[in-house]
């Protein structure tokens, strides 16, 4: 669980009292928490400010999870610029088949890109509330991690020196290839769904076709269409695991995009140039648990959702919020509860997200997985949920996500 003592060049160790690895919306979140309540930190990123504030990435808010960001002022522009979603669609035979979940259960979405929210974050934690920041850092070890002195240390990017910084805590937010999944110790248990099937993902460079989210449930494969900007539409096309994005020019991606999510009352799609196309392969997973010794894990270092049912930024935003308020309560006040419990209190979100996408899954996937019993019963889950206001309810619910951030 904890590498070899480091070989430090610093003639005496930096000190915070919380380190966190990585600068995604788990990070940068809880970095901004623990800085509101005047405790020092050091974020610790691989890439540059400039990467993490363009990398594509989800989307879709659940309302609580903005509640959230609100309460601790941190979703000022985000309230100002995102899209309201109150409504999806399906896709299936050429019919349209609109759910309204907010007429359902009095929810929305929030459609705001996570480049968009990086950006707020690491600009409220850097430049407002003077939080220490180092991008560009390499090779970065852990150490002491089951002991009461943990402590971590990196590559300093512009002297290529080994700098070491010791803490009390370390929060592990560095997503699922990132060091901290590296030093997990052989009781730590990692339950992996695999799909068996790729998702291709697309910015296509051209205005929504859709006033909100799109589901084609097809023979050929899933298609999805998602709003990221009035110039800006994500789409998905199902494709084997693994394919080579190159196997996808343009005309056939736009081709398959117009089969898939094709509707008798509905003009053609808006088409426009590709701006990202990349596959990924569909699985989940989960850490359990999700503190060893002074190691926190959050985000997708300790789980993840494929995007499937845009569950994977909520969840990083719910581990934050649960984390950096245990850490305060802790560091100021003494009170280990939040911190004791805090794996518990995350898992219980994070097992309820994952079935709700193994299910989706299959309503999204049925009809082309080339078995005739799986095509039926998605079919008859799909008209259900048209035909039956408590199924439609029951969706929905899940859909936008339990309710409070505890």
């Not at 929810?107 to 707020?120: M, N, S």
């Not at 971590?152 to 070491?164: A, F, I, K, M």
């Not at 110039?231 to 020019?249: A, I, K, M, Q, S």
Request: net charge negative; with cysteine; glycine share 10%.
């Amino acid at each position: 669980m904890t590498s070899t003592d480091p070989h430090s060049n610093s003639p005496s160790p930096q000190r915070f009292p919380v380190v966190i690895v990585g600068a995604g919306p788990a990070g940068l979140t809880i970095g901004n928490i623990l800085r509101a309540a005047s405790v020092d930190c050091l974020v610790l990123e691989t890439e540059t400010r400039e990467f993490i504030e363009q990398r594509p990435r989800a989307g879709v808010l659940e309302e609580w999870a903005v509640r959230g960001l609100q309460e601790r002022g941190l979703a000022d522009n985000l309230l100002e610029r995102a899209q309201l979603h109150t409504q999806c669609e399906f896709r299936v035979e050429g019919q349209r088949h609109r759910l309204s979940y907010t007429d359902l259960t009095g929810h929305h979405h929030f459609v705001y890109p996570q480049p968009l929210l990086v950006t707020d974050l690491v600009r409220e934690y850097a430049d407002v509330r003077g939080g220490a920041i180092r991008f560009g850092v390499r090779d970065v070890q852990l150490h002491g991690l089951d002991t009461d002195r943990p402590a971590v240390s990196y590559l300093d990017p512009e002297t290529g020196r080994r700098t070491l910084v010791t803490c009390d805590f370390v929060a592990g937010c560095d997503g699922a290839r990132g060091v901290t999944r590296t030093v997990l110790p052989q009781q730590a248990r990692i339950a992996r769904h695999d799909y068996g099937i790729g998702w291709l993902a697309l910015l296509a460079q051209a205005p929504p076709s859709s006033d909100c989210v799109v589901f084609g449930v097809h023979p050929n494969g899933f298609a999805g269409h998602m709003a990221r900007s009035p110039e800006v539409t994500r789409y998905y096309l199902e494709c084997p695991p693994g394919d080579d994005p190159e196997n996808w020019p343009e005309d056939r991606v736009w081709a398959e995009l117009q089969e898939r999510l094709g509707a008798a009352d509905r003009p053609p799609l808006t088409e426009g140039r590709l701006i990202e196309k990349r596959v990924l392969d569909m699985h989940n997973y989960v850490v359990e648990p999700m503190v060893f010794g002074r190691l926190f894990l959050a985000g997708d270092a300790a789980h993840l959702t494929a995007p499937i049912a845009a569950k994977g930024m909520n969840l990083a935003l719910h581990d934050a919020f649960l984390l950096g308020d245990g850490l305060i309560a802790y560091l100021a006040k003494g009170d280990a509860r939040g911190l004791d419990g805090y794996s518990a209190a995350c898992l219980g979100r994070v097992w309820d997200y994952q079935e709700f996408s193994q299910w989706l899954s299959e309503v999204y996937h049925g009809a082309s997985s080339g078995d005739a019993y799986r095509a039926g019963t998605t079919l008859a889950r799909l008209r259900r949920l048209f035909e039956s206001p408590a199924a439609a309810a029951a969706f929905a619910e899940q859909y936008l996500g339990k309710s409070s951030a505890s």
